[in-house]
């Protein structure tokens, strides 16, 4: 948030409340006169309002034509117009100091202008304080620790000895400064905002606006090894074909995903999984229809094969995937063949939101490992993550059906969405690091009460969107932080 946009909410609100009290319950009542209010006042065009507000002591200036002048009215001064720009030069001698945002994040609040009667500009400057409040802007003061007086005055006095009795040039320490790498280019699309396509699930609002926020103080070339994906990236997928109208990849890579889909999903539950980068995953998915002629893709292509083959050994699955025959195994979904290049929209959908929902499900759990500092094993802390703490999650590390895709944190009800949040915070409880909670937070803050349904029977949307926006916030920005990337998120149908 720049100083700018904090500055201008402040004087506008307290302008707004000032109106309010002192001076609105005035406005219509008997014409009494009152003394010249310290305030800058205001630009009036109509002689009415002009009177109105010289009664309540507000300063005005009165912008009229001149052919418009009433022969009544008394004009003590007459001012010409001068240029504002050459008036601001001669008054501060050239010098201008703004700032003013070329690009202002905030259109709500900066485009416009106020009204007595629409309050609509107020409500987003409040947003934007109130999600500033809960985004990390307070946090705990460190402890005050008392000094010794007689330890302190005789350091100082050895400290000054020793400079006294040391006369001997001392040796200037060189400074190295480190310039922070360079954004990625504009072009480049940022994985903290939604993929625009047809296939894609509707995102969850405040999951959206949350991670937009975040990706826009993220620089990913400040991350050499981000974490890679424990399943494949459903954006990536979604947006194959998009610019160029050839959706060819993206179904073959659909294709292998459904093909793979049970040996991936289980590959999750082992204690040999690892996550894969981009363009292994682009290589695991094209193993049908790449072609592997240089010595870097087959390298790759052979890696893959063993990590798939790693997964399936000593399990029953060995047995029934070949996979040098993948274009033998039928496609389905939902135990029914379908053909993915003439599938309906809504099946694809589907598909990916699986995808999405399963990848936010397990990444939760590696943030669990990774932040968790209590007394629980991991054995016995992820089914009271599956289960006891995110309630929709059922205890299953996959949705079991589509039914998911309409509970939780993407249900229309609003308590359903308050549990979500409840066990969201629940497990953030426990967690360090970069994963600490905000104290806005914290349990027993103001905005935990609110969202516990044993502490407060009922609260309106609005406020539960923006707890969920904060919430989703510190879990975005801690795990981005944290491995390098924006988390998957969940999605909705």
Known sequence: MTFALVQRIYLETVARVDWLINYKPFYAGPRVDRPVAKVIGALVGNIETAE????????????????????????????????????????????????QEADPPNLDIWSGMLSVTNFDRYTAMSRVLRRAATAHLYEEEPESTTSNPQASTSTSSSTTTTAKSDK???????????????????????????????????????????????????????????????????QMIAGLGRESGNFQTRTAYLEVWLKLRHVLLYRLKTASVKPLGPSRWRTLLGIERLQFRDQKSL????????????????????????????????????????????????????????????????????????????????????????????????GALVPSDLSAATEGFASSRLFDRRMALWGLLKIMDDWNGAGTLPITLRQGSGLRKRVDPQQTDTIPIREVDEIEYAVVHHYISSFAITFGRAPILPHQL
């Open 168 to 234: 001997r040039p001392r040796k200037r320490m060189k400074t190295e400064t480190t310039q922070p790498p360079p954004l990625p280019p504009p072009n480049v699309r940022s994985k903290f905002e939604e993929v625009d396509s047809d296939v894609t699930p509707p995102a969850l609002k405040m999951w959206r606006e949350a991670s937009k926020q975040v990706g826009v103080h993220f620089n990913p070339n400040a991350h050499k090894s981000p974490l890679g994906y424990f399943l494949p990236d459903a």
């Open 299 to 394: 390298k790759q292509k052979a890696e893959v094969e063993e990590m798939l083959m790693e997964a399936l050994r000593g399990t029953d699955m060995q047995h029934k995937l070949d996979i040098s025959r993948l274009n033998t195994i039928v496609v389905k979904w939902q135990n029914s063949p379908i053909d993915v290049s003439n599938v309906e929209t809504r099946i694809l959908k589907e598909i990916l939101w699986e995808l999405f929902e399963a990848s936010f499900r397990y990444e939760l759990l590696v943030m669990d490992r990774r932040f968790y500092h209590g007394v629980s094993t991991r054995e016995e802390r992820e089914p009271q993550v599956l289960s006891a703490m995110m309630l929709h999650f059922k």
């Open 52 to 99: 109105h507000l010289w009664r309540l002591g507000v300063p005005l200036w009165l912008v009229r034509d001149i052919e418009m002048k009433d022969p009544n009215l008394r004009v003590d001064k007459w001012i010409e117009p001068s240029d504002a720009v050459e008036g601001l030069d001669k008054r501060t001698s050239g010098f201008r100091l703004s700032f």
